[in-house]
């Protein structure tokens, strides 16, 4: 039986499909470009344009098939992909989930101002860097009282240094 079947796998992924048929596999490859690619065309009356760039994409994959889906069956795969990454993954959602991932942390607006919002970082997002850690700890320290030497003192560092921040995180 192996001398008629081929065992070399699926020509999009290079090895074998563990099962999944061309449908599958085209699903699959259509969706992860689509979620990069949406962005690319984000504008007014962006959804025919799109539609149109996902069944092309989609038809130049099925074309790696050893035996392609009939066009009907790329025609469906692709309005489904569309449809699903224009519901989902609007230009309003995709402003949303980045103001989301803003509040979560990192150096846009004062650090003062988050610090007294409670909005710094408490180990969601990406971890601190040194001058980040810093800054933070001379916010902290100012809101306390302390005067800039104080701060310097306390922190090991020089008192111009700490004049350096606290000017940083007011611009």
């Known amino acids: 039986m192996a001398d008629f079947v081929d065992l070399t ?3 999009l992924r290079g090895k074998e499909s563990h099962g999944l048929g061309r449908n599958c596999e085209l699903f699959e490859n259509v969706a992860h470009w689509a979620y990069k ?30 035996e392609p889906l009939p066009y009907s069956e790329v025609k469906s795969i692709s309005k489904s ?13 995709f ?9 979560k942390g990192g150096l846009a607006g004062s650090l003062e101002n988050k610090a007294k919002a409670g909005r710094i970082s408490k180990g969601g997002g990406r971890p601190q860097s040194k001058n980040q850690q ?6 902290n320290k100012k809101a306390q009282g302390l005067s800039n030497r104080g701060i ?16 940083l995180s007011v611009e």
């Open 152 to 167: 310097a003192d306390d922190l090991n560092v020089s008192a111009s240094t700490v004049s350096k921040y606290l000017k």
């Open 9 to 11: 796998g699926h020509p």
């Open 81 to 93: 992909i569309a449809n699903f990454v224009i519901r989902h993954f609007s230009p309003e959602k």
């Open 95 to 103: 402003r949303e989930s980045q103001a989301i991932k803003g509040r």
């Open 37 to 66: 690619e949406v962005r690319e065309y984000w504008s007014p009356d962006y959804k025919s344009k799109w539609q149109d760039a996902v069944v092309s994409h989609t038809e130049a994959l099925n074309a790696q098939f050893i």
């Open 134 to 139: 810093l800054l933070t700890a001379i916010i």
